[in-house]
């Protein structure tokens, strides 16, 4: 694939990718399971990334198997610091302020819409800088289903192969490119390039200044 490709609109995932948030978000897991006696595993808390919790226990074995999905979210995220908020991941707010000129650009999350909020507004100052954000509420299948960015691509009226996305996790290089995204661009924040690569992520780099350079 060439250094420099055409791309019509950027889509970006946040955890992870836009936010330092998937220490804060573990953490989470691992104090919820202790007290509730679960084993804390590392390859069972890394289910999690990039997903939303409610399709995890749904579709996923583990020692929740056959509990209500619903009722284990609510339980889980009250293990989850009120006051918390991740660092913005470095070139963050860079990146979206330059493309935002040059493209439309649309946020993919598996996160809510406060969080959301808390994110682009708090921590990056960018939250008017978004064409479309599609959020867990958004849709009715999670990462690493392609309705998320399928979504956005259809509300920014581009086609998907026209479109560069941004994923730190392989459920979002999944979503993405089943989704049929031109080119999937894997960070390797949470997640080794070997293992975004796996995912069939089209690139991998290790900071937001080289998805600036893909752009340019």
Known sequence: MPDRVEHLALLLDLDGTLVDSEPVHRQMYVDWFTARGWPV???????????????????????????????????AVAYFPADALPLAMPGASALVASARHARPIA??????????????????????????????????????????????????????????AVEDSPAGITSARE??????????STFTAAELSAAGAHRVVAGLDEVSALLR
Do not use: M
């Open 41 to 75: 595993n590392p390859g069972q808390l890394a289910r999690f990334t990039g997903r939303r919790a409610e399709d995890v226990f749904a579709s996923d074995s583990g020692p929740w198997t056959g509990q209500d999905p619903v009722a284990l979210l609510r339980e």
């Open 107 to 164: 946020l993919v999350t598996s996160a809510g819409v406060p969080w959301v909020a808390r994110c682009l507004g708090e921590v990056l100052g960018v939250l008017d800088a978004f064409d479309v954000i599609v959020t867990n509420a958004d849709v009715q299948f999670g990462k690493p289903h392609p309705e998320g960015y399928a979504l956005a691509c259809t509300r920014l009226d581009v086609l998907a192969a026209d479109c560069l």
């Open 179 to 188: 989704a049929g995204v031109g080119t999937v661009v894997g960070i390797t």
